[in-house]
């Protein structure tokens, strides 16, 4: 399987704050991620795949970006409904396998 | 507006079999793959399976030997099976369309169902 790391676990910040999370995948899959944003006891929400390719109605203040084993996401400017867990996912191989999360949080 | 409706038990007995339903509105479901994923409580997410509408499938080793994901075009809807459960399947049971080999994200979720096993 590939294991897929993200970092940090957990991130504190401020409205208005550029905040980045890493994913890092134990294996090359190419461009074959996908980022989501869940919030406490709702099902996670599609922002990015392919791995910069914004879902539609996705805020411009989300970008994605990497390549083989490193990738990134990054909010731009955080906003207060941006408080939440992220986590990234790989469809190159099966099994599917996702980060462990993480989890933004308000300074 | 495409919607999933995940439904089933909310409580089941260790060694029990695990079932639930999902019912697709708004789409065929001959149009995508569907997946089956899961949340422990304050844990992170697990892809369990996926199927197409002809009945092809693909599941996670890590439940293949108790699982089985399958579909009833009629209804729209899929389904998973998964026999001889204990506590660590407790979780939140999601269903989501899975774009397929090539786009294997899921861009549309149902709300979860939560199995507890007791």
């Known amino acids: 399987d590939v294991q897929m790391t993200q970092s940090p676990s957990t991130l504190t910040a401020s409205v208005g704050d550029r905040v980045t999370i890493t994913c890092r995948a134990s294996?090359?899959?190419?461009?074959?991620l996908a980022w989501y944003q869940q919030k406490p006891g709702r099902a996670p929400k599609l922002l990015i795949s392919?791995?910069?390719s914004l879902e539609t109605g996705v805020p411009s203040r989300f970008s994605g970006s990497g390549s083989g084993t490193e990738f990134t996401l990054t909010i731009s400017s955080l906003q207060p409904d941006d408080f939440a867990t992220y986590y990234c996912?790989?469809?190159?191989?099966?099994?599917?396998?996702f980060g462990q999360g993480t989890k933004l949080e308000i300074k | 507006q495409v919607q999933l409706q995940g439904s089933g038990p909310g409580l089941v007995k260790p060694s029990e079999t695990l079932s639930l339903t999902c019912i697709v509105s708004g789409d065929s479901i001959s149009t995508y793959y569907w997946s089956w994923i899961r949340q422990p409580p304050g844990k992170g997410l697990e892809w369990i399976g996926n199927?197409?509408?002809?009945?092809?499938?693909n599941y996670n080793p890590s439940v293949k030997s108790r699982v089985t994901i399958s579909v009833d075009t009629s209804k729209n809807q899929f389904s998973l099976k998964l026999n001889s459960v204990t506590a660590a399947d407790t979780a939140v049971y999601y269903c989501?369309?899975?774009?397929?080999?090539?786009?294997?994200?899921?861009?549309?979720w149902g709300r979860g169902t939560l199995v507890t096993v007791s």
């Open positions: 392919k791995p910069s």
């Open positions: 996912q790989q469809y190159n191989d099966y099994p599917y396998t």
């Open positions: 989501a369309r899975d774009r397929g080999p090539g786009s294997g994200y899921f861009d549309l």
């Open positions: 199927i197409y509408y002809s009945g092809y499938t």
């Open positions: 294996q090359s899959i190419g461009s074959w």
